[in-house]
């Protein structure tokens, strides 16, 4: 009996105990964000596409619209599909895939514990079971970077094929839309419903070549006009709801819906608050997000080949460089590090720091390189994804003119800048980072170009850049959240916050951060007013209630550069931006990240979920954008059943409610984590997590 009374006095403390934190926490949560930042928030304002040129050709029903056929939108598919739902999917290019495929980036970015356990959503774990049985191995690259590194154009038909088996088994029913743009939205009377979406689709005009023959830059404006041009013939497409209900997804690269929208998001690194202490300015910054990258493959060859330089390589050259750190300047350690195809492995060697196998010919790389094809504008002269601010001065938020979002110039610039990567990796002699006297010659190489190559192009890029970062939803306002939802650094961060650097901020801000990461000790430290130094910070992340879906990596920044154009010699990275790079705890994903202002019936399930930008470098990898696509999908699914709206799951959200401990069991019975092993409240041994 006594032992029963322990322990039931025991559950009763921790039970309180876990209130009082969760008050304090929302308490001192109140001042979450800055909502005077300029430039970084956006207002409330709908586009609706009322100047249509000329007929709609064709009106399509569906139950999901997923704009976006990245990783996120491939997911949210995969899920909708088993549960038969009839889903229209989207996407600029004509590739589903994204990172995997379209963007090149086909090199899986993977926590150590967590792929030791496969703790990952069914789809992503099915994805990797079938690299493994496509090539008889997960690594047929023998890369480094990776346990698994292979090539896009056959991940681009594993995914499709995985759709299309989904639709089967679930009966649901797909209708793939490539080479599609959205260009507008209808909404309600209210405006809290998208009623029906314009999108344009686009194929070679008559006596043209075939797609992707062209780099992005040169047809992106093109694919967003209504007309008919010499290159391109369009077809206007109406999207509207299936059975009078339907959920939209915003599952694209750059947060195109939520701009176009117009419901409250961020660009650019936020403003510094103890919520996030990395941040090297006070008030924000909307044009420095992380760099993006064209990707390309290139292979070795038996001898050397002729090398054609670049008209504007000059203007690029002083940007290339191997790394900071002399062992890496090393071609084999560049060439191995994204190897993504090896047929005939050679004998191990030394290249840099490490021990691989020998390149040998035949073998394929892609590249993805920071002093090498990541572009990394950072002002308002050159930034990639446009602000608020700048879509309004360039009209892009005015009825029927949308464009996409992103400034044309930057993407022709990050084009030039990888085809002058190749030409610096096999001819270039000088180097940004080391100085003279590193950098060799090797033309035994070729770029892989043609619609049968790795990239799917006839130029040997990747379709779409690889986006690191696009905007960032800002969540609704809620108890502890007036501002509006957003995970944030402390969030997931398992920086040393005893660091000098922390130590210098402002005495009240550094006293509300250890408060914030007392854990269940913040009641006492409040009340006891206990010193930041004595407090005992917490060794987990945060923990949510509505959590649908799990991500974890290291906090990886590729920072914009300082000054303008980001090529510019001895331009230096933009100071501070790497300071919260390192580790961090398996976060989660609140279902309240996905849930927009404003709409009702739009999810976003991509890089663009409300987050911090510490924590957007944490949670874009692959596995992530996975997860919460899964989530997305079968979110809309149960929302759509039981005749509500996603919001209502979460409104005011206090704790759990039946509805959302629904969706939870459903998510994890159907092989989609919510939640890491042993990872609690009560548990701060998470260290395990961190090892890497």
Known sequence: MVKRVCWRRSIRLAVVAFLVVSMVSWA???????????????????????????????????????????????????????????????????????????????????AKKQRALLFYS??????????????????????????SCFLPNDAEQILMTMLQEAAKKGKGTLQWFPSTVIKGLTTSADGKLIQGAIAIQHSPAPNTPPLNTEPLSRTIEDAYRYENSSRLTKQIIRFVPLKQRWIVVDATETGELIALADVPYRVGLDPRTYLNPSS????????????????????????????????????????????????????????????????QPGPRIKAGPLTVTAPTPGDISMQNWVWGNDYRPGTSADNLVY??????????????NWMGGLRTDALRKGEELALGFY????????????????????????????????????????????????????????????????????????????????????????????IALAGLETGNAIVNDIPPDKITRRTRSTIYPDSVGISQYAIDFHPC????????????????????????????????????????????ASKSIATSFVVAADYRVHSFEWSVGAAAGNTADFVLSEGIYPYQLVDDLSGTTPKLQTLQKRLNQNGNPTAFPNTSIFNEKWEDWTVW
Request: proline residues 7%.
């Open 387 to 400: 602000s608020r601010d700048q879509l309004q001065q360039t009209g892009q938020l005015s009825s029927g």
């Open 280 to 343: 090297p300015t006070e008030t924000g910054d909307p044009y420095c997000l992380q760099g993006f990258t064209y990707t390309f493959a290139m292979e070795q060859t038996e001898g050397n080949q002729p090398q054609q330089k670049p008209s504007f390589y000059e203007q690029y050259a002083p940007y290339y460089g191997y790394d900071a750190d002399y062992r890496k300047a090393d071609f084999n350690f560049v060439f191995t590090y994204r190897r993504i195809w090896s047929p």
């Open 561 to 604: 550069m300082q000054d303008s154009p980001p090529e510019k010699p001895g331009n230096i990275e933009r100071p501070g931006v790497r300071q919260a790079h390192g580790q961090s705890y398996p976060g989660q994903i609140p279902l309240r990240s996905m849930i927009p202002q404003k709409l009702d019936n739009l999810l976003v």
């Open 423 to 514: 030409y610096w990796l096999v001819e270039g002699t000088t180097d940004s980072q080391l100085g003279d006297g590193f950098k060799k010659p090797a033309p035994n190489h070729r770029l892989l170009t043609g619609f049968d190559a790795p990239m799917g192009t006839a130029h040997g890029l990747s379709k779409y850049p690889y986006m690191r970062e696009g905007r960032r939803l800002i969540g609704r306002t809620s108890t502890g959240y007036p501002n509006g939802f957003s995970v944030n650094e402390i969030d997931v961060s398992r920086a040393d916050y005893r660091q000098e650097y922390y130590r210098k901020l402002p005495a009240s801000l550094y006293r509300s951060l250890y």
């Open 122 to 147: 069914r789809g992503y774990n099915e994805l990797r079971r079938r690299i493994e049985q496509k090539y008889g191995k997960l690594n047929p690259g023998q890369c480094w970077v990776s346990v």
């Open 28 to 110: 001192f949560r109140a001042p979450a964000q800055n909502p005077s930042a300029q430039g970084t928030i956006a207002q409330t304002h709908l586009v609706v596409p009322t100047n249509v040129p000329r007929s709609i050709d064709r009106t399509v029903n569906c139950e999901l619209l997923v704009a976006g056929g990245g990783i996120a939108g491939v997911a949210t598919a995969y899920e909708a599909l088993q549960a038969g739902r009839t889903v229209c999917l989207t996407d600029i290019t004509d590739w589903v895939g994204g990172q995997l495929t379209s963007q090149g980036t086909s090199a899986l970015d993977e």
